[in-house]
């Protein structure tokens, strides 16, 4: 994994907009969060760093990557993919790869998805990086946004395996009916970029935080509990649970509701 030297504290935060640490820890549970400055500065230099510690960590000729996922929703640019501009980067020039854009749920789908190939038995290794520079679509006048969202990147290699690890189950969904309660109103086919939408900041992350909040709630602590019913597990047989969320409440009702005691909950 990689993070950027530069630290967004909550004393930072409260003196751009109408907030405290104390708000802030209590809701979400964020202390800091780390924010890629300089000219010319993308999500692909968040993930390089994470791909290259890996490709040293495994002893790894590059040329021996065959596919690169990379999730994010902060692509260098429209096109061409970030996959491709990350791959050229590390010197993995024989890979294939694209980008896959499902916001806090890219990870897990790329996860799964990489897996996938690697269990078809078409490919040997597969990359999938989660990367986002976050702060080039953050609001830093908006309180209910600015708060949760930071920069980083990260990598795994998945490779065959014979001796019984690797993703025993997963249960992917997607709802489209939220789409107006968490968005960026303008850059797509729908809304293109204008002046307008520019000027109107409508090319900024938008959250109706507590619509979303309620949706979290419900949906995160009843995914995670149809999957250990589906495997026959107690909250004794789970040794971590490791949200994606920016939110203590949803994170600690997810817990209860799957009998995990918060000594087992990794927060990142």
């Not at 854009?101 to 999938?128: D, H, M, P, Q």
């Not at 520079?133 to 953050?138: N, R």
């Not at 709630?217 to 999957?227: H, Q």
Request: net charge negative.
């Amino acid at each position: 994994g990689y993070v950027p030297d530069y630290v967004l504290t909550n004393a930072e935060l409260e003196k751009l907009v109408d907030t405290n640490d104390e708000w802030i820890r209590t809701r979400t549970g964020i202390v800091e969060r780390r924010i890629l400055k300089g000219p010319g500065t993308a999500t692909s230099d968040l993930a390089v760093p994470a791909v290259m510690e890996l490709i040293q960590k495994r002893n790894l000729d590059p040329e021996e990557i065959e596919c690169i996922i990379c999730a994010t929703v902060t692509p260098d640019m429209v096109f061409p993919s970030t996959s491709s501009i990350i791959a050229y980067k590390v010197g993995a020039t024989k890979a294939f790869g694209y980008d896959l854009n499902a916001a806090c749920s890219g990870f897990l789908n790329a996860l799964v998805t990489g897996a996938a190939f690697i269990e078809s038995g078409r490919y040997k290794k597969v990359l999938v990086v989660g990367a986002d520079k976050m702060s080039s679509i953050v609001d830093y006048t908006d309180r209910n946004t600015c708060v949760l969202f930071g920069d980083a990147g990260a990598a795994v290699l998945l490779e065959p395996n014979l001796e019984g690890f690797g993703v025993r189950d997963s249960i992917l969904k997607s709802d489209g009916s939220g789409r107006d309660y968490l968005h960026m109103k303008a850059g797509g086919s729908l809304r293109p970029p204008s002046i307008e939408t520019v000027t109107a900041k409508e090319h900024f992350t938008y959250q109706e935080g507590r619509t979303v909040f309620k949706f979290a709630v419900v949906g995160m602590a009843d995914i995670s509990a149809e999957i250990m019913e589906k495997n026959n597990l107690t909250g004794e047989d789970v040794a971590w649970l490791v949200p994606h969320q920016a939110n203590m409440r949803i994170i600690d009702a997810t817990a209860n509701r799957m009998g995990v005691t918060k000594e087992k909950v990794m927060i990142n």
